[in-house]
């Protein structure tokens, strides 16, 4: 629904004490001028800025004061401790809540399992309220302030969100800032010719400007959403719909839409919601001749929400849902005068990506190339590091990296669609092709991590591979997230398609439910469990690992093996992954080179828990082992 603000105190804060009218005093003076700064990149002119900067701030104001004053003290907390999500101890998980255990309430009462693994932030996948079905997996919002029916209440995700603090976890919600579901408040009345909410949306009466902008702009689900924009019969007119038909573009030009998000977020924020995905970012803003991705105003746009949140709940941060080009991410966590002021977290596509790559090929070259050619983020910001998530696996391997290592682009990700799908002879993975495009060859996988790694096949390094995986995000520093039942190596749902209204989306294949024992506990067939906490539990105690401390991926000797080194004032780690089958040799002076091992010093293997496994100057990695190498502790 639309936040009616007619009835709102003039000076909402008079009611409250005085230390927390100097506190709000002290956020404005503090990010005000950046709040500002962000406006003048998405307003025509000075005045109309500060103009909207005061009608922010006024929303920031009234948000403020109906915050919890234990929401109060968590924003005091982290005010004290603003690296408190790039902490070695942060560990993520990712579930869709009724397949996690059903309902909000339900999830509550599962937390042991997440907490026995060391998780400390949960991100639940989309359950604002949807359209009905279909509804792009809960992508396409009816309302913002309220969850789905069957998953509950807002009262039920104010008790989740204060019972995973509570536990030490912080909750993760979708925020879908480019479109809105047909069906939202602002889309109807739109349709009933509300001039205030046609503008809120891009409407044309014709084909002429759609036309216009289909010359540059990409399909993004060509076999069953062709085409940018939908005619709509109420309303008379081509709306603009990147996504689905019966998903509409939201114009972010018009300020009242900022507005509208603005109070949105801090109103989620009030309700316990920590850390919000911004889904879908990359397209918010829109302009003629370009694929209307990535624009410059996507990034003032968030500074300027960003800023609000600083203001009203700065316990919250921002992450990025920008599966872009690995050129154009860094800017998401802000570069140049947005440096540090966008988003908090980021997800690490590429390195999702190249991990599936090097286990696919057993080389890593290639990836370690392109990966070390990546911008270093803000010191003050964190990478979202994955080996599977809720999505396909696209293969956003560049032509320009492939031919880096004597590889042709298109040739490289056809192999790995081909052999994540199964078809390439001696493939160990069992996947199944997503939105495979003719015309380009380009094909996208679905499955479930066990599934891509080779357990379903029976492969007998397969386990190895799902532990591997989880070292190379666990070991890279950032927030590592784990996506439900990973961690006990669920395979492929073979009753995906059973649901009619995911029988056209085969992704419902890695989204299996939660196979909960009549004890509570999740079965672990594969004693995974026990490998992954190992890893969690050795993370947790490395401060080398802490995300303010940058990765660098090395040109690699021994091109079977991944290296990641950590330059950290306590000393150097150094990450070695075996990405093949057989025993690999590091050479020693890669370790001295790295800072370790100088004259004979020794070095420590932290997952081993003892002296790296060295023979002849060499270090020795069996099939598809990790060590995480630093000096002895003194």
């Excluded at 401790?81 to 509550?108: C, E, H, I, K, S």
């Excluded at 104010?158 to 993760?172: Q, T, V």
């Excluded at 109103?267 to 995905?277: I, K, Q, T, Y």
């Excluded at 316990?315 to 966008?342: C, M, N, Q, S, T």
Aim: proline letters at 7%.
């Amino acid at each position: 629904m639309t936040h009616d603000t007619s009835s709102a105190p003039r000076d909402p804060l008079a009611a409250l004490p005085e230390h927390r009218q100097r506190t709000f005093a002290a956020r404005v003076e503090r990010w005000r001028p950046d709040l500002v700064a962000a406006l003048t990149e998405v307003t025509p002119g000075p005045a109309e800025a500060e103009a909207l900067a005061e009608r922010l701030l006024a929303v920031a104001a009234r948000r403020f004061a109906e915050r919890d004053d234990d929401l109060h003290d968590l924003d005091e907390r982290r005010t004290l401790a603003p690296d408190w999500f790039q902490r070695p101890g942060m560990l993520g998980y990712a579930a869709y809540a009724d397949r996690y255990a059903g309902t909000l309430a339900g999830v509550g009462e599962r937390l042991d399992h997440l907490r026995d693994l060391g998780v400390t932030y949960l991100h639940l996948m989309p359950l604002l309220r949807p359209r009905p079905a279909p509804n792009d997996g809960g992508y396409a919002v009816m309302d913002y302030r309220s969850v789905r029916e069957d998953l509950g209440t807002m009262d039920d995700l104010r008790a989740l969100a204060a019972r995973l603090r509570e536990s030490g976890m912080s909750l993760c919600l979708d925020l879908v800032l480019n479109h809105v579901a047909r069906e939202h408040e602002w889309a109807a009345r739109a349709r009933a010719g509300e001039a205030a909410y046609l503008d809120y949306f891009h409407v044309y009466p014709d084909r002429t400007e759609p036309d216009r902008w289909e010359q540059t702009l990409p399909e993004v689900f060509p076999d069953f959403a062709p085409g940018s924009f939908s005619w709509d019969d109420e309303l008379d007119g081509w709306v603009w719909t990147t996504f689905n038909s019966w998903q509409w573009d939201l114009d972010w030009s018009n300020p009242a839409v900022l507005e509208e998000f603005a109070d949105i977020i801090c109103d989620l924020a009030n309700a316990g919601c920590e850390v919000f995905r911004l889904d879908a970012i990359a397209f918010t803003w829109k302009r003629l001749g370009t694929d209307c991705q990535n624009q410059p105003e996507v990034h003032a746009l968030t500074q300027a929400l960003r800023m609000v949140a600083r203001i009203a709940c700065p316990a919250v941060a921002f992450k990025a849902e920008a599966i872009v080009g690995p050129r154009d991410l860094v800017a998401y966590l802000g570069e140049g005068r947005h440096h540090g002021k966008v988003s908090d977290l980021a997800y690490h596509n590429a390195l999702m990506v190249h991990l599936w790559s090097m286990l696919a090929t057993g080389e890593t070259w290639m990836s370690s190339h392109a990966l070390a050619s990546l911008p270093t983020p803000p010191s003050s910001t964190a990478w979202i590091t994955y080996a599977r998530c809720h999505d396909d696996i696209g293969w956003a391997v560049s032509d320009e990296d492939a031919a880096a290592a004597g590889l042709e682009g298109f040739a490289h990700r056809r192999f790995l669609s081909d052999f994540y799908d199964g078809s390439f002879p001696g493939s160990w993975s069992r996947g199944l092709v997503f939105q495979a495009n003719p015309a380009t060859g380009d094909k996208r996988i679905s499955g479930s991590l066990a599934s891509l790694a080779g357990l379903e096949a029976g492969d007998p390094h397969a386990l190895d591979r799902v532990v591997l995986a989880h070292a190379v995000v666990l070991g890279f520093g950032g927030v590592p997230v784990i996506w439900m039942g990973d961690e006990v190596g669920l395979l492929n749902d073979p009753d995906w398609d059973a649901e009619p209204e995911h029988a056209d989306d085969n992704r419902w294949v890695h989204r299996p439910r939660m196979p909960w024992a009549a004890d509570g506990t999740v079965p672990d067939p594969h004693g995974l469990l026990p490998r992954l906490r190992h890893l969690v539990g050795v993370r947790r105690s490395l401060p080398h690992l802490h995300a303010a401390t940058p990765a660098e991926v090395l040109d690699p000797p021994d091109t079977g093996v991944f290296h990641v080194l950590r330059r950290h004032p306590e000393g150097s780690f150094l990450a070695l992954h075996n990405m093949t089958a057989v025993e690999r040799r590091v050479p020693w002076w890669l370790l001295e080179q790295a800072g370790l091992g100088r004259d004979g010093a020794p070095v420590h293997d932290h997952l081993a828990g003892g002296p790296v496994r060295a023979a002849d100057g060499h270090v020795l990695l069996a099939p598809y082992a990790v060590s995480w190498l630093t000096a002895p502790a003194r």
